[in-house]
């Protein structure tokens, strides 16, 4: 058998915790390879649409971040990686920023040139950053230049299938390469995608997302927690049909669209915890208090009306691109929307270097468990992308050195 290559780091998956991970493994001058399942495009990072979180606000700051992680995720998020997440979450957005990510600022009428904040479910502050409403494409976009421009090599449309220990390191199995590391960083994401499809429901997944890394790892002996725990977005689209299983962005709600019951009655606060907005729509329904779309589906309404043009303009303007090219003005009015199937909130364990329980094997972004406990509040996944990300590049590259 010929092997393809010999790397010191071999990461898996090019999303934004993947990488985050290879830019930063590059940048401790580690020789890098990527191996990910389709195109070096193709990942859930890119559709992530609302925000990132970070403290920037007066009235914030990362231990009240931190508080509010605790309280969302009902006591059960490791709070050793929740203080790595939120005291490094400002230098996160400046090290994005260094490789060209552009923040959305106020404009020069209301506090120009500082960042344009938004709160978010189970927020008790402003906290959430933005690029208009393309926010996880920003990201990967310039992720991927800084990646490429440090001389990764790629092997796309290579999905891992096999990954074992050598007396250097590991030798992994992706498509049809044969690929040698000293360490390996696995960054595959969730399986949302292919939960949704067992289950017969909608999700907001790419096809990519169906977990046989963390299998994989699983199998290897790498130790898991709150697998689980499967968290459903409170707002998918459910009609019309084209937007079926799109994710409404929360920043609606959070510029000031409520939830509204079939009587045009508020039955929740609109900026809960994910878990607790998502379980109300669906008890609403349960007590006849829905309403069907057109094809029979069940739904309630996202009063959209509320939100000013000035916010939709410039914090949801590609959500209100996808919705008028369907036909409906959601500044006109109301949108019905269901809870579906978006985010694997536990994952394997890592320490504080996003090491695994199996030495040589990091794990970063959704395919890790512990930082959300089992409810992970919006915002917090493309953050922990880029905090875990690159301490797992960097401590995987130190230890391929040794
Ligand atoms: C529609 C949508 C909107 C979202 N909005 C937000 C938001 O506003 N803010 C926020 O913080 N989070 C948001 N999220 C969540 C967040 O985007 C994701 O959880 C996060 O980006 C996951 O990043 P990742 O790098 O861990 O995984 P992904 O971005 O999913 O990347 C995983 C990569 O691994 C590859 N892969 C999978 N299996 C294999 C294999 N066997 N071999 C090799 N490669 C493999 C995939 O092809 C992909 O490239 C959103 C998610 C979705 C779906």
């Not at 690929?179 to 949302?192: K, N, S």
């Amino acid at each position: 058998m010929s092997v393809t290559g010999h790397f010191d780091v071999l990461v898996i998956g090019s999303g934004a915790s993947g990488l985050a991970a290879a830019v930063s493994a590059e940048h401790a001058g580690a020789r890098v390879a990527l191996a990910t399942k389709g195109s070096i495009q193709s990942c859930n990072s890119a559709k992530a649409q609302g925000g990132i979180q970070a403290a920037f606000g007066e009235d914030d700051s990362p231990e009240l971040h931190g508080q509010d992680i605790w309280a969302s995720s009902h006591e059960t998020a490791d709070m050793g990686l929740v203080e790595i997440l939120t005291s490094e979450a400002t230098s996160a957005i400046h090290w994005l920023e260094h490789y060209g990510v552009e923040f959305t600022k106020e404009s020069p009428s209301n506090g120009g040139g500082a960042y344009r904040l938004a709160r978010c479910g189970g927020a008790s502050a402003k906290r959430l950053l933005q690029v208009g409403d393309r926010t996880g494409h920003a990201i990967t976009t310039a992720l991927r230049k800084a990646a490429e421009a440090g001389g990764l090599t790629l092997f796309p449309k290579s999905p891992l299938h096999e990954l074992d220990r050598t007396e250097h390191g590991w030798r992994a199995r992706a498509g049809e390469h044969t690929i040698d590391a000293g360490t390996v960083v696995l960054a595959a994401g969730g399986r949302c995608f292919a939960e949704a499809e067992e289950r017969g429901e909608l999700s907001t997944n790419h096809p990519g997302a169906t977990g046989e890394v963390t299998r994989l790892a699983l199998a290897a002996g790498v130790e898991a927690r709150d697998l689980d725990a499967l968290q459903y977005h409170p707002n998918g689209g459910a009609w019309p049909e084209t937007m079926q299983g799109y994710s409404i962005p929360e920043t609606t709600r959070a510029y000031g669209a409520v939830l509204l019951n079939a009587d045009g009655e508020e039955f929740t606060d609109s900026l809960g915890p994910r878990d607790v907005v998502s379980q109300a729509i669906v008890d609403e329904v349960a007590k006849g208090k829905g309403v069907d779309t057109p094809d029979g589906r069940p739904a309630v309404y996202l009063d959209t009306t509320r939100i000013s043009e000035h916010d939709a303009e410039l914090s949801l303007p590609y959500m209100l691109r996808r919705y008028r090219a369907a036909g409906i003005d959601p500044l006109a009015e109301k949108i019905l929307t269901y809870p579906v199937l978006h985010y694997q909130n536990g994952g394997l364990v890592i320490d504080a270097d996003a090491e695994t329980t199996l030495e040589g094997v990091y794990a970063c972004g959704e395919i890790a468990g512990g930082t959300h406990g089992r409810n992970r509040m919006m915002g917090n996944s493309l953050l922990e992308c880029v905090v875990f990300g690159r301490r797992a590049g960097r401590a995987a590259a130190e230890k391929a050195s040794t």
